[in-house]
């Protein structure tokens, strides 16, 4: 991307980045809330026209042929609105139906990827009766269904049980593995620091760091390095004094 | 603690006026305004028929407190979802004994706008039975404790039955049952007001019978008790009045107990009914729909259709005004004409207005056609597609229970032609106005009067108003053959037949032409225009 650049009002909320992405590569987007990532995801995938900037797909322009790009993109959003009033099973049959899938791969897709996330107990039951981390399951397999060749993952482990978490890691290690890219925002530190080859932070609308992880680290957590490229500020413990004095 | 609790409710109320916008504000002010004619039309009716109709003051008297009880006991059960108020178990986490929360809510649930009416309605029959001396303490406490009744009562239930009022599946019951109730409550004031104006002194002594029994329940004890205790019957009046207090007394240790299991039992694991994998497409459909995203999306659309409490209350209230047609005809002699079958084409135009904001359902899970890189031509066909069928469902069966009411038969087949060809046109404007003018529809299941903040619907309304307009002059050709058929020229109406079917398809074509091109560009602006939050 080159250059992507979006305001609402007179708030800036992505100030001009300029990111290269390789082809099999597990990046983590991290930043504070607020810092632009799901704006900058949002314009990434055709789901938000960017003020400015150029973003290319494998080689395709986003924003010119945006039919073609998202034919290669797979996308999990952060506020999770899905069709709820469909089943697990309904909802990918639609996503599959959608994409121009023929009818028996969906089936067999759909299934599949239904049992390796847990999920297939639930293929009758309407999403919005699903829980937090079972919507995010249905989301990302709606996601995969179409074998995209690159991911675009919104706080994708977010109220996922240990088990699925694990579950879905591996999934997604498998994918990149294959050469598919996987693009994803967090703010579990230790997680970004484990999968990811590649990293950016984003503060106030702006890259602030980018490279392999191993550079950004520098010799330190991610955590520590990316709180001391923020500059996050110390709560004071002397105003919170009277936590240690029990009420009961 | 009972002066937390209040301030917790006014609070509650003021807030709840501070937060809403101003057509909210004045949805909360006119349901005021409603309140207070039915407060002081109680007031009066209790205060002055005793007087004027000594013979009817019982009946009127139990009648009016069962009501009322009855009132109090299924509105809050209505409006559970939407009044912060009445969930106990949001007061779970604070060090709280159940016999210390029911006095506080007890005294909370007095303050309000419905507590208030009720008083004040109650309070005519203080006026309309009290005489001076002992029997005035006992009108005034019989009053009062019929309040305790509904107050107690109220909570008790609403208590009890808080875990399943959670469920979602309670809450899209409730948001069809308040619009039926709304509509039959309607039909009952009208219905009522025709039959008092019948009412002789006969009737009145058939309905003893009924009255004596119905004395029997609490709200009944108390109407008896005020009434004895009116007319000096003192001892009878007492035990009365100790019976409905001895009820409020056992209302309120259900009421504790609840509050006891509320507070205390971790919430059950909502349960989840699994449906048999039947797959995306209803089967009646299966081959009719084309298996590919049109399909898709017009299977997806009659699912909604019949799980969405919104679009099924929709489909409520236009199939009662199909019904009040067949009605209107059946007991109205001059219109018993067999051409009356042409009028089912109402219900197609009524079907397709559904459809001019044919997105606002999907609000910001629209997403998923943008991302889908779907083809927005297929897309609003699907819809239109799944609109066709159950519009044209609806026609047909209109103008089939219209001919069996007329025997206007040979009218069928035109009435169904000229239904295709209004829905099909009407599409065709929905197809432009709905990507043009598109806008969020709340969520929301669990209140039907729940606005989208948008702050635009003064537009909306003139857009709806252009678009509905404009589907009428394109009607007029249509409805001008077959006034030439009825009147002058009857040939005409067999060409209307298929004059209003062509039309309306290449309209359709038409305005799905204009609308999907559009909406090729600016799928991500129609998803903004979808999505009430903006992304940060």
């Given amino acids: 991307m080159r250059g992507l650049r979006k305001a609402f009002g007179a708030k800036v909320a992505v100030a001009g980045i300029d990111l290269d992405i390789p082809h099999g590569c ?53 506020d999770l609105r899905l069709f709820d009033r469909l089943t697990g099973a309904e909802l990918l049959t639609y996503n599959g139906l959608l994409r121009g899938i023929p009818a028996p791969v969906v089936e067999t897709r759909a299934s599949e990827l239904l049992a390796v996330l847990g999920l297939a107990d639930a293929a009758g039951t309407l999403v919005v009766d699903y829980s937090h981390g ?5 989301a990302l397999a709606s996601a995969l269904l179409h074998a995209p060749r690159v991911l675009f ?12 978490a694990r579950t879905i890691r591996g999934l997604l290690e498998r994918y990149t593995a294959g050469g598919a890219t996987v693009v994803f925002s967090s703010h579990v530190m230790e997680l970004v620091e484990r999968l990811c080859d590649r990293v950016g932070i984003m503060h106030l609308g702006r890259l602030i760091a980018e490279g392999p992880t191993d550079q950004v680290r520098a010799g330190r957590s991610l955590e520590d390095a990316f709180v001391e490229l923020v500059g996050a500020s110390h709560a004071g413990a002397e105003e919170l004094g009277w936590l240690g004095t029990w009420s009961a | 603690m009972a002066g937390h609790l209040v301030g917790l409710k006014l609070a509650l109320l003021r807030n709840g006026l501070r937060r809403s916008n101003w057509p909210q504000q004045v949805g909360l002010a006119l349901g005021a ?33 069962l009501l009322v009880f009855c009132g109090w006991g299924l509105f809050p059960l209505l409006s ?4 912060a108020s009445l969930d106990p178990s949001r007061l779970a986490l604070l060090p709280l004994r159940p016999g210390q929360l029911v006095a506080g809510l007890s005294l909370a649930a007095c303050v309000g706008v419905a507590p208030l009416c009720t008083l004040v309605a109650l309070g005519g029959a203080v006026v309309g039975f009290a005489t001076l001396g002992p029997g005035m303490v006992l009108v005034v406490a019989a009053v009062l404790v019929q309040f305790a009744l509904c107050i107690v009562g109220s909570r008790a239930l609403l208590t009890a039955l808080s875990h399943q009022l959670r469920s979602r599946r309670a809450r899209d019951l409730v948001i069809v049952l308040v619009s039926v109730i709304a509509l039959g409550f309607n039909l009952a004031l009208q219905v009522g007001a025709r039959l008092a104006e019948r009412l002789e002194r006969s009737d009145l002594e058939a309905l003893r019978p009924l009255a ?46 609840s509050l006891d299991r509320v507070l205390t039992t971790a919430e059950p694991a909502a349960r989840r009914r699994a449906r048999q994998p039947a797959g995306l497409f209803p089967r009646p459909l299966r081959r009719l729909l084309p298996a590919d995203h049109r399909g898709a999306v017009a299977a997806k659309e009659l699912r909604y259709l019949a799980r969405h409490p919104r679009l099924r209350v929709g489909w409520v209230i236009s199939c009662l005004l199909g019904l009040g047609l067949v009605a209107f005809v059946a007991v109205t002699d001059g219109l018993q004409h067999p051409w009356i079958v042409l009028a089912a084409q109402t219900m197609a135009f009524l079907a397709a207005q559904n459809s001019l904001n044919q997105f606002g359902f999907d609000g910001p899970a629209y997403w998923t056609q943008v ?17 066709m069928l159950t519009g044209t469902v609806a026609t047909a069966a209109l103008a089939l229970v219209l001919a069996a009411v007329t025997g206007g038969w040979l009218y069928v087949p035109v009435a169904l032609c000229l239904g295709v060809g209004v829905l099909a046109l009407s599409l065709g404007v929905a197809d432009v106005v709905s990507v043009r003018f598109a806008y969020p529809l709340p969520d929301d299941a669990s209140n039907l009067w729940a606005v989208q903040g948008t702050g635009q619907g003064c537009l909306v309304g003139v857009v709806q108003m252009v678009a509905f307009a404009a589907q009428g002059v394109l009607l007029l050709p249509v409805l001008a053959l077959v006034a030439v058929g009825l009147v002058l020229w009857p040939p005409a109406l067999v060409l209307a037949c298929p004059a209003a079917v062509v039309y309306g398809a290449w309209l359709w074509r ?15 602006e129609l998803l903004t225009a979808l999505s009430s939050r903006r992304a940060a």
């Fill in chain 2, 212 to 257: 004596r029994a119905l004395g029997w329940l609490p709200p009944g004890l108390a109407a008896r008790a005020l009434v004895n205790g009116g007319q000096g019957r003192l001892l009878a009046a007492t035990a009365e009045l100790a019976g409905a207090t001895l009820a409020v007394v056992l209302l309120g240790w259900w009421w504790w107990r």
């Fill in chain 1, 26 to 78: 597990f990046f983590g987007l991290v930043g504070p809330n607020g810092a632009g990532k799901t704006t900058t995801l949002g314009m990434v995938t055709g789901l938000l026209r960017p003020d400015a900037g150029l973003v290319l797909i494998d080689g395709v322009q986003v924003w010119r042929d945006p039919v073609a790009a998202k034919r290669r993109i797979g996308v999990l959003p952060e």
């Fill in chain 2, 371 to 387: 991302v889908a890189g779907a083809d927005p031509r297929g897309d609003l066909t699907g819809r239109n597609l799944a609109s």
């Fill in chain 2, 510 to 524: 038409v305005g799905l032409g204009l609308g999907a091109a559009w909406l090729t560009g600016h799928q991500p």
């Fill in chain 2, 80 to 83: 559970f979802a939407g009044d």
């Fill in chain 1, 153 to 164: 993952l919104d706080e994708p482990f977010e109220a996922i049980d240990p088990v699925s």
């Fill in chain 1, 134 to 138: 079972m919507r995010k399951k249905i």
């Fill in chain 2, 33 to 65: 305004l409603a309140g207070l004619p039915l407060a002081f039309g109680g007031f009066l009716l209790l205060a002055l028929v005793p007087r004027a109709e000594p013979a009817a003051g019982l009946i009127l008297v139990e009648a009016v407190f």
